[in-house]
């Protein structure tokens, strides 16, 4: 088994560290991750420089570029043999809901499900990696059972784990994405030269968080594990605007 991770946060990450090392047991892993922190990439390729691989002193590769870059970059050209499995994370704080859109951490398991792979993502619901073991445990269980009991195709998941200890994980959630109310306002600041600024504000809160939602398993303290499909068609307006169209 060959095994393909990568992250957005960079090479460099305690994240990608402990998920490179939970899945050397299963196979042969490869990691090849971005150079600097893409945390909110989401998909985007670079198309407007080359890119390179190189390799860091712990056998790290790393690429400047994108999550989706090195995942496409790797099993496109990189790699010798075709990866049977692309994790990626594990990732710093939760990706719920809308945040699957921004992410780069899922970002780079969609692109190996694109490429036909199965893929994970991982995202670890605390800042700082408090509980970082338990997300490793869980990457483990969830890795082995995928091997032991392959789904009839190839999969996107996306896992998120709460910060707890082991013991306290209250279980796995098959889930579908919730709903965040309206992101929060970007904040305005001055440079040291009185530039204005502009950071990027908070997300929105939590919208849709009832049962079955990949909020309400975390906020239970339970493992949620969501699949994803890559569709942003949308049949409603299908269905509404074709009279509306037709009276262009
Ligand atoms: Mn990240």
């Known amino acids: 088994m060959r095994i393909l991770v990568s992250n957005d946060d960079g090479y460099f990450s305690p994240g990608i560290a402990a998920l490179a090392q939970a899945m050397a047991a299963f196979g042969q892993v490869t990691v090849v991750a971005p150079e600097a ?25 790393y690429v400047n570029g994108t999550p989706t870059d090195c ?14 499995l692309v994790v990626s994370g594990i990732n710093n704080s ?23 792979i199965p893929s994970v993502a991982f995202s670890l619901a605390s800042r700082g990696f408090e509980h970082l073991d338990t997300a490793v445990d869980v990457a483990r269980r969830v890795v082995a059972h995928l091997m032991a009991q392959p789904p009839s ?18 279980g796995f959630e098959l889930t579908r ?26 997300p929105g809160g939590q919208r849709e968080a009832g049962p079955g939602t990949d909020f309400n398993a975390l906020n239970q303290g339970r493992v949620s594990v969501t699949p ?21």
Do not use: C
Not at 37 to 61: I, K
Not at 163 to 169: R, T, V
């Open 37 to 61: 922190d893409r945390s909110g990439a989401s998909n985007s390729l670079t198309l407007d420089r080359p890119l390179y691989v190189r390799q860091s002193a712990n056998g790290f590769f």
């Open 71 to 84: 995942v496409h970059v790797a099993v496109t050209g990189f790699l010798e043999h075709r990866p049977d």
């Open 94 to 116: 939760s990706n719920l809901a809308e945040d699957t859109l921004y992410s780069g951490t899922v970002a780079a398991a969609m692109e190996g499900y694109l490429l036909g």
């Open 153 to 170: 195709r190839a999969r996107l998941l996306n896992v998120n784990i709460p910060a707890l200890p082991y013991g306290d994980i209250n």
């Open 177 to 202: 994405l919730g709903r965040r109310h309206v992101a929060q306002p970007v904040e305005i600041a001055f440079s040291p030269r009185g530039e204005k600024v502009y950071w990027g504000g908070p």
């Open 228 to 248: 994803l499909r890559v569709d942003l068609g949308d049949p409603e307006g299908l269905d509404e605007l074709g009279t509306w169209l037709s009276g262009i």
